[in-house]
């Protein structure tokens, strides 16, 4: 699933080597929406399937990439996705290795022009040559279900919401997705167990390099204390740092985006 990839210059997929949050270990260096559309979900922790890493984008503003489409079905019916709801074969949603979860994206077939769109919620597919992995309806909705693959456009398009007023027609609202290059980003350098272990890190970070925060998250049922270093408006900035950090040895550094900020 290589495929021609077009993202606003952005290399974050490493091709030898950053979602569903359940990796084994820690990365090596590096038209109109239905209503009722599930909100968008962040997931951005690199993830590793057949010994190769990847590494979720933070924004989708601005991609468009090309390649070959496939689709999935009754085998996968009702199994978990990546965000933690069950696919189901019937709806327009999509797979995809590094999209963000909850992505709206556009994708026409080169062959005829027909379009949909299809929600990100799942990912995949890691076949090469492979860029997007849809749902059964949303095969047939595009045209390709009798088809094994065809050649696509992905294009990210913004999500909208209805907005209600009583009396009147629902109007609809676009929702502000910030470019993929625009932080803020912070350098996670380590996760713990225990509060105390991850308030040292940080006290130690901060005498260092002035910014530190513990930031506390549920994985798998389980309490994480995350120290995180720095703030950067500027993903570059922000890698910079994380090389720095893995040259000191902690190895296990690496980028997020703080999410809604």
């Known amino acids: ?4 990839l077009r993202v606003l210059g952005a290399s ?3 091709a030898a080597l950053i979602g569903s949050g359940c990796a084994p270990k820690k990365p090596p260096s590096p038209g109109a929406l239905p ?6 979900l962040g997931t951005q922790k690199p993830y590793q399937v057949n010994g190769v890493w990847y590494y979720p984008i933070p924004s989708a503003e601005g991609f468009r990439e090309e390649g070959y489409a496939s689709w999935y079905g009754r085998e996968f019916h009702g199994r978990s996705t990546a965000c933690g709801e069950p696919f189901d074969m019937y709806t327009m949603t999509a797979a995809h290795k590094i999209l963000p979860i909850g992505t709206h994206v556009k994708v026409t077939d080169k062959r005829t022009g027909r379009s949909i769109i299809v929600r990100i919620n799942d990912r995949g597919p890691f076949v090469a040559g492979r860029i997007i992995d849809l749902s059964y309806e949303a095969a047939r909705a595009l045209g390709i279900h009798n088809d094994g693959i ?4 992905v294009e990210a398009v913004r999500v909208i919401t209805p907005v209600v007023v ?9 929702e502000p997705v910030r470019p993929y290059r625009q932080g803020p980003f912070v350098v996670q350098v380590g996760s713990f167990h225990h509060a105390d272990n991850a308030q040292r890190l940080k006290k130690e970070m901060a005498k260092r390099y002035g910014e530190a925060a513990v930031r506390a998250a549920f994985v798998d049922g389980t309490l994480y ?3 995180h270093v720095g703030r950067f408006t500027d993903l570059d900035r922000a890698l910079q740092s994380m090389e ?5 040895g902690y190895r296990d550094a690496f980028v997020i985006a703080l999410e809604g900020q």
């Open 12 to 14: 974050l997929v490493i």
């Open 35 to 40: 209503s009722g559309t599930p909100p968008l």
């Open 225 to 227: 204390y995350r120290v």
């Open 244 to 248: 720095n950090f893995q040259r000191q």
């Open 150 to 153: 065809a050649p696509v456009v």
């Open 1 to 4: 699933m290589q495929g021609a």
């Open 166 to 174: 009583a009396g009147s027609t629902p109007s609809w609202q676009v």
